[in-house]
């Protein structure tokens, strides 16, 4: 299994982790400490050499609770940093949801646009479909970012998230993007209940039905504090946990802060599946 981005084929036959690069002021796990171009340039270098195989830039916070950003302010964001990133020798995906930033981010080289609203936003769609190659990541989101956790989805979440993935997918295949572009993320957090984000990974399975590469987005989340009563920067531990976990259960690529100590349970874990798929060969070929 491959993705499609703009200027890279990336090979999903190992899980790939996705650094995150938050130049902003009010992230809910480092808001502020890499707001600067200059930082946010030295935080993309350390996650390179931490292992990071994708960089993913954001300038809006989408913690709950967290405003909307002003066009003119994500631009001066990100922009600067975006145009030395993806001379980084990797995939540099850019996290918004506003069309305008979609397209000035892909002439300045960016290979893949990750979007909380899946693409829902009016234009969006259409920035992508104009795109020859790049990559998306289209999410689930309940409600938005300021009340999305003040009023959770209802129900079994995994059915919903998987329609709602299903419709949003369909309405870019229409449009001429083709199916090896799209990746799924479920919106670990965004309008879910704690119950709802862990029946996500337990049924991780029910999405990759579908055939698209699933994209996690546990890191440092709140579910996450909720069941080991920490606060979130004392979250490594759990979120490497939960990384681990989906991509046990399928998940291709994992988004996440704590790159390095991530990189290193990943190991762990494909050097046991490697001996136990030479076993199997061993007793397949006897």
């Known amino acids: 299994m491959h993705w499609q981005t703009s200027r890279y084929l990336v090979d999903l036959s190992k899980p790939r982790v996705m650094g995150i690069v938050n130049v902003t002021p009010d992230s809910f796990s480092d808001g502020g400490q890499f707001a600067s171009t200059q930082q946010a340039l030295k935080h993309c270098e350390q996650l390179l050499l931490d292992g990071a195989d994708i960089l993913d830039i954001g300038g809006e916070s989408s913690r709950p609770g967290s405003p909307p950003v002003p066009l003119a302010d994500e631009r001066a964001r990100v922009m600067p940093v975006l145009r030395e990133a993806v001379q980084l020798g990797v995939p540099v995906s850019v996290d918004t949801y506003k069309p305008e930033i979609m397209r000035e981010a892909l002439e300045l080289g960016a290979d893949i646009v990750n979007d909380i609203w ?160 030479q076993v199997q060969t061993a007793k397949g070929s006897s």
């Not at 956790?149 to 995994?158: H, I, K, L």
């Not at 976990?245 to 050097?271: C, E, F, P, Y």
């Open 118 to 277: 899946a693409l829902g936003r009016p234009g969006a769609r259409e920035a992508v479909a104009a795109h020859a190659s790049c990559g998306v990541c289209l999410m689930h989101m309940h409600g938005e970012p300021q009340t999305m956790q003040r009023s959770p989805m209802e129900g079994d979440a995994v059915p919903q998230v998987r329609d709602f993935l299903r419709n949003a997918t369909e309405a870019l295949l229409a449009l001429g993007v083709d199916r090896s572009r799209v990746v799924w993320d479920p919106g670990i957090g965004f309008g879910k209940t704690v119950e709802q984000n862990f029946s996500l990974l337990a049924r991780q399975a029910e999405l990759l039905a579908d055939g698209y590469p699933v994209l996690a987005g546990w890191s440092r989340k709140s579910s996450l504090g909720a069941v080991t009563g920490q606060p979130v920067n004392d979250r490594v531990v759990a979120s490497v946990a939960a990384a681990l976990l989906s991509v046990d259960r399928g998940a291709r690529i994992v988004r996440v802060h704590d790159v390095k100590d991530t990189v290193a349970a990943l190991k762990v874990w494909g050097a046991t599946i490697s001996v136990a798929n």
